[in-house]
């Protein structure tokens, strides 16, 4: 057996975001390779007009849990949803929760945050930066808490060309951000945000930034370590290949792709593109808590799971291989068949915008229109013109990020973990 996968039979684990992307691989990978495990503790806000008793029991009997089910068929009483709000001071915890969480937490790994990259500042500070101070104030009053692992981005110093392992202090002082949040109205804050932001491309990396200032600002006598996953991207290999639940990063170009709505694309062929699919993203993830709880390092470390340097995919090899797969496992309902190109500048790409994408729309929905059908493509494809826009900061230029103590943690991984756990080398 795994020597990770053993460390975390008969504890008592905490995830928030435990019902986003990478919570749920997360919360799969755990209940799959350590079912002995004592209780899995999720913050689950309801959602949809679902509680979050509903919410869990529709993510336990998706296919993603297929395997869970052969292997730890007593899941449903290892999971305990405990109904929160992170944008709440208090979480809205209840106090017998709250209880018992602080009573028998021994490992707590933070995914919960907004991804979006257009949400309000003062959502973003609220969420990626206040609940963190929070749940880290939480995490020290947990008496076997054995190691806090935070998830942030490796981008949240896309300001910076090359990011070693280290966090890097920002202009502003966390503190007096949430402060100021608390008391200014949204038509100032909107006034004063991209001031504040400065050089980061948007209110989500910079408050991934402030939150890491706060992990190492509140870090007390916690043993915490941050990790830093670069594009994340449907699963590899576990619990099966392909396996993805949003739009976000990589997956809603990629599908728009394959439904024939992109057709050009603003990119660089000889850029390296980085990307790690999720599940390699857990395993890192998983192999340092066992890390940090075991090893105890005297200090917090900052692992970063990038493929750039170990693995390096560019875009002339990435987007062909996309578009061949799409090619080769049609879509349903595709609107075209797929077929797309990159463009390198400006002219190019106002010009395939209009002529390949909103250009089409318009006449479908005319087409629409005209037989009494309620147009919706011109609508949808300056939704995705819009993502592509807002997602072109991290297209158009590349990094470098150093990743020695990722290295220097598979190498101290027994010989089966290091096969299971990580492909980036
Ligand atoms: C030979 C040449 C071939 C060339 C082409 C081949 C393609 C090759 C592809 C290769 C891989 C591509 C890699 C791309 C890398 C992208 C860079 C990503 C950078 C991330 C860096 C940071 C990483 C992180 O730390 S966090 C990452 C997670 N966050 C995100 O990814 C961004 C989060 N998303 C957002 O901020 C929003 O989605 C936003 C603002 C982009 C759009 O918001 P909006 O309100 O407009 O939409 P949503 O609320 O998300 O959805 C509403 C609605 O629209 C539909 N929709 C949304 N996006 C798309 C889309 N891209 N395509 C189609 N439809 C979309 C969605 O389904 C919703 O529909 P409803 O019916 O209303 O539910
Ligand atoms: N996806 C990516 O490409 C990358 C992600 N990351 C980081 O990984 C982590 C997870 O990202 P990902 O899984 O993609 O994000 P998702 O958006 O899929 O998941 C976010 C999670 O946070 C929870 N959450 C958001 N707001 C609240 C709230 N008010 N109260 C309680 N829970 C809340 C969501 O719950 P709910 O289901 O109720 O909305 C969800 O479980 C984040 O910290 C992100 O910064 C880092 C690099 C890349």
Known sequence: MSTIAAFYGGKSILITGATGFMGKVLMEKLFRTSPNLKVIYILVRPKADQTPQQRVFQILNSKLFEKVKEVCPDVHEKIRAISADLNQSDFAISKEDTQELLSCTNIVFHCAATVRFDDHLRHAVQLNVAA??????????????EAFIHISTAYSNCNLKHIDEVIYPCPVEPKKIIDSMEWLDDAVIDEIAPKLIGDWPNAYTFTKALGEMVVQQESRN??????RPSIV????????????????????????????????????????????????????????????AVRRPTSMLIYH??????????WGKMGPQVLATVKKFPFEKAFRRPNADFTT???????????SH????????????LTGRKPRMTKLMNRLIRSLSLVEYFIKQT????TYNTEMLMSELSPEDRRVRTALT
């Open 222 to 227: 916690l043993n915490i370590a941050i990790i």
């Open 233 to 292: 991207g449907a699963t590899w290999q576990e619990p099966f290949p392909g396996w993805v639940d949003n739009l976000n990063g990589p997956n809603g170009i990629i599908i728009a792709t394959g439904k024939g709505l992109l057709r050009a694309l603003r990119a660089t062929p000889k850029d390296v593109l980085d990307v790690v699919p999720v599940d390699i993203v857990v395993n890192l993830t998983l192999a340092v808590g066992w890390y940090m």
């Open 132 to 145: 963190t101070q929070q749940l880290l104030l939480m995490a020290s009053q947990m008496p076997k808490l």
């Open 305 to 314: 799971c990038t493929s750039g340097n170990l693995n390096p995919c560019n």
């Open 358 to 369: 909103r250009a089409p729309a318009i006449i479908y929905d005319f087409c629409l229109w």
């Open 399 to 402: 990094w470098e990020w150093s």
């Open 345 to 355: 500048n400006t002219i190019t790409t106002l010009y395939w915008n209009t002529v």
